[in-house]
C-alpha cells in the first residue's frame, strides 16, 4: 500500500491567531493535528507543543522499530509519547501563568502498509471516505457526544447547540490523560480526513463526502475544504490532513504540502 498526503491550516474569517498545528513526519507516515486552547495565544503554545514534541518522539520509535511493528507495539507507543506531551504542556501552564489552563485536541494516525493506528482527545475529528460510505470514525469527547450517547439531544439539535466546544477531554489539561486509539483496516482507495472543529462545525457531513469523491487532486480538495469553512462563515481555525491509499509499486511516502494563511 502506497500513500499521498497532504496538510493545510487557515486562521479562518473572524480569528487574528492560529491556534491549530498540524504536521507530518514523511518517513514513518505519522500524521498529526491539534487545536489549541486558551488565553492568550495559549492556545497556539499548546498546539505547537503537542505536534512538536509527538512528531520527534514518536517519529524517532516509529523510525527505529521499522515499519512491521505490531499494532499493540505502535499502540503503547503511542500511549507513552501523548502521556510524555501531556505531561509536559501541564508543566508548561503550571510554572508560567502567561499559560495557565492551556491545553489541545489531537488526532494522529501512524499509516501502516493496510492498517491505521488512529489515536484522538477531544472534538478534533477523522472521517473515511470508502467508496460511497463517508464515516466519522473518531468519536468526540465532548459535552454534547455524552449528551446524545445518553439520548437527551439528537444530532440535529446538537448542530445548532451552543455548547460545541466544551470538550471532556484534551491534552495538557490535567497531568494524565486517555487517549483513545483504535486500529483500521485500509483499503485502496480509502480516503482519510482528519480535522479541527474549524471544519467540521462550518461544512456538514455531505459537504465534506462531496469534496473528499470529487476528481481533483488531493491538494485541490484541501483547498476546497478550506475555502467552503471560510464560505459558511470561518469562525475558526481550519486544518485539514487527508490521507489517500493506493496499490501499486511507487517509492513510499508520497507526500504534498501546503501551508495555507
Not at 524517532?60 to 522499530?65: K, P, T
Given at each position: 500500500m502506497i500513500y499521498e498526503f497532504c496538510i493545510r491550516t487557515d486562521p479562518g474569517l473572524a480569528r487574528e491567531n492560529n491556534e491549530d498545528s498540524v504536521t507530518f513526519d514523511e518517513p514513518t507516515r505519522l500524521g498529526i493535528l491539534a487545536d489549541g486552547m486558551g488565553g492568550y495565544n495559549a492556545g497556539e503554545i499548546a498546539s505547537g507543543m503537542a505536534t512538536t514534541f509527538i512528531k520527534s518522539e514518536l517519529?524517532?520509535?516509529?523510525?527505529?522499530?521499522?515499519?512491521h511493528a505490531n499494532a499493540r507495539e505502535v499502540r503503547r507507543a503511542m500511549e507513552i509519547c501523548v502521556d510524555n506531551?501531556?505531561?509536559?504542556?501541564?508543566?508548561?501552564?503550571?510554572s508560567n501563568p502567561q499559560y495557565s489552563g492551556m491545553g489541545t485536541t489531537l488526532v494522529l494516525g501512524v499509516f501502516q502498509d493496510a492498517r491505521l493506528m488512529l489515536g484522538h482527545i477531544g472534538d478534533s475529528r477523522c472521517y473515511r471516505l470508502r467508496g460511497a460510505d463517508f464515516a466519522q470514525?473518531?468519536?468526540?469527547?465532548?459535552?454534547l457526544q455524552?449528551?446524545?450517547?445518553?439520548?437527551?439531544?439528537?444530532?440535529?439539535?446538537?448542530?445548532?447547540?451552543?455548547?460545541k466546544n466544551l470538550v471532556t477531554r484534551a491534552l495538557g489539561v490535567e497531568?494524565?490523560?486517555?487517549?483513545?486509539?483504535?486500529?483500521?483496516?485500509?483499503?485502496?482507495?480509502?480516503?482519510?480526513?482528519?480535522?479541527s472543529d474549524g471544519l467540521s462545525d462550518m461544512v456538514d457531513d455531505e459537504g465534506i463526502a462531496k469534496i473528499l469523491a470529487s476528481d481533483v487532486p488531493l491538494e485541490q480538495k484541501s483547498v476546497q475544504l478550506v475555502e467552503a469553512a471560510n464560505a459558511n462563515g470561518g469562525r475558526d481555525n481550519i486544518s485539514v490532513f487527508l490521507a489517500e491509499a493506493k496499490t501499486g509499486s511507487k517509492k513510499r511516502g508520497l507526500i504534498s504540502r501546503l501551508l495555507g494563511k
Open positions: 517519529g524517532r520509535w516509529l523510525s527505529q522499530a521499522g515499519r506531551a501531556n505531561r509536559s504542556i501541564f508543566n508548561a501552564a503550571n470514525i473518531t468519536k468526540d469527547h465532548s459535552l455524552e449528551q446524545m450517547d445518553a439520548g437527551l439531544i439528537t444530532p440535529e439539535q446538537a448542530a445548532t447547540s451552543t455548547n497531568d494524565a490523560v486517555l487517549l483513545e486509539v483504535n486500529e483500521h483496516k485500509v483499503e485502496p482507495g480509502d480516503v482519510f480526513l482528519m480535522c
